[in-house]
């Protein structure tokens, strides 16, 4: 089993529609989470934190639920430059070192 | 304020060969980090420096890979003797000083382009 899983995709949506991507991951130890996102042919950047009690930015929700193991994003209102690959991050260890999943393809459509 | 530096962009070398990456990070953090995330994967990390000591190289395939960090800032990745399967890109990046309990970003830069052919 992958230490962090995601759905691939790849996401096609219109703008302006909600869509969610879910992960989830297989060391209950884990401390932190993330969601980086990486546009094509580009190098990933933070896009937001996960914290146990749900976080907001903007547009962007993440949730985390530690009992599943299992870490959710929410874009509302999606726009064309949503358009990347988000990849759901997990920090396990005692180097806090960072664990990437395979990442899930957006493609906002005009 | 600067980001993490990478050169060379992009290098293709033939199987056996050797390479060498360099990376500069962000001034004043003391973390530094290199991944290699192939076509359709999540970035891997290879090896991770606190300074200049060395805190995680379990997935550094040290039989062909190695890396430093000299003084603490810059860093070699170097490959000896590169096979094909290691056509990737070659990622590095930096953080702050690691606190306990409290999230940090990693910084990364725009990554070496490597073909073996």
């Known amino acids: 089993r992958k230490e962090v899983e995601q759905d691939p995709g790849p996401f096609n949506v219109p703008e302006g529609a909600t869509v969610a991507f879910n992960c989830t991951y297989s060391?209950?130890?884990?401390?932190?989470f993330f969601w980086y996102r990486q546009d094509c042919r580009k190098e990933p950047k933070l896009l937001m934190s996960?914290?146990?009690s749900g976080n907001e930015d903007g547009r962007f929700t993440a949730q985390l639920n530690r009992a599943s193991q299992y870490i959710s994003l929410l874009i509302r209102d999606s726009k064309l430059s949503d358009s990347a690959t988000y990849l759901c991050?997990?920090?396990?260890?005692?180097?806090?070192?960072?664990?990437f999943g395979s990442g899930t393809q957006l493609t906002v459509l005009p | 304020e600067a980001g993490v530096a990478q050169s060379p962009r992009y290098k293709i070398i033939e199987k056996r060969q050797s390479v060498a990456f360099w990376c500069n990070p962000i001034?004043?953090?003391?973390?530094l980090y290199w991944y290699q995330q192939i076509l359709g994967q999540g970035p891997k990390l290879l090896i991770q420096?606190?300074?200049?000591?060395?805190?995680?190289d379990s997935q550094l395939p040290k039989d062909r890979f190695s890396a430093e960090r000299l003084k603490g800032v810059d860093s070699t990745l170097k490959i000896q003797p590169a096979k094909l399967e290691d056509s990737a890109v070659y990622l590095c990046?930096?953080?702050?000083?690691?606190?306990?309990?409290?999230?940090?970003?990693?910084?990364f830069g725009p990554g070496t382009r490597l073909t073996v052919t």
């Open positions: 990046a930096s953080s702050l000083e690691l606190l306990s309990g409290l999230p940090y970003e990693q910084y």
């Open positions: 060391n209950s130890a884990s401390q932190s």
């Open positions: 996960v914290y146990s």
């Open positions: 991050v997990v920090e396990t260890g005692s180097a806090r070192q960072l664990t």
């Open positions: 001034s004043g953090h003391a973390t």
């Open positions: 420096f606190q300074n200049n000591g060395v805190v995680d």
